[in-house]
């Protein structure tokens, strides 16, 4: 039996050890926002958080994330900037990789020091959309940086 906490809540499943995470996430939990698309590390589409860090879910052994905390893309805040940034931006096309970009670039935003967008965005090479929105996910994490600016001066 695995005990995992994702986005909060605390959760125990029957599953080998070495079941890929992002089965149990989907298949187990239903938390289907995460998705699978090559399943091997390479694309990006099923990065969650694990202890705020992003990790590739498809090539993480479930057994690996016992008592850390997984955040998903439900369990990012609907507020959280990285998403009111995808909205005012229109961002999204088919939307199949976007759970898996926001994911990332929000790890990439709460990093400290924090990251300037060109380092944001050098380092989200390896973060592949089939739909090209390259220079929109660009213009979402300025978009997204900028509002986390306001926010922080607001506090
Ligand atoms: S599905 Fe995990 S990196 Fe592609
Ligand atoms: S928005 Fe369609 S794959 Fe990225």
Request: charged share 25%.
């Amino acid at each position: 039996m695995i005990s995992l906490n994702v986005n909060g809540k605390n959760y125990r499943v029957d599953v080998s050890d070495d079941t890929p995470l992002l089965w149990v996430l989907r298949d187990y939990l239903k938390l289907t926002g995460t998705k699978f698309g090559c399943g091997i590390g390479e694309c990006g589409a099923c990065t969650v958080h694990i202890d705020g860090k992003a990790e590739r879910s498809c090539a993480i052994p479930v057994k690996q994330a016992q008592r850390k905390k997984i955040t998903t893309i439900e369990g990012l805040p609907q507020n959280h900037p990285v998403k009111k940034a995808w909205i005012q931006e229109q961002v999204v096309q088919c939307g199949y990789c976007q759970p898996g970009v926001i994911m990332q670039v929000a790890a990439l935003l709460s990093q400290k020091p924090a990251l300037n967008a060109d380092q944001i965005i050098n380092k989200m090479d390896d973060v592949i959309c089939r739909c090209g929105t390259y220079p929109r996910i660009k213009k979402g994490i300025k978009t997204a940086i900028e509002m986390t600016k306001k926010e922080v001066k607001k506090s």
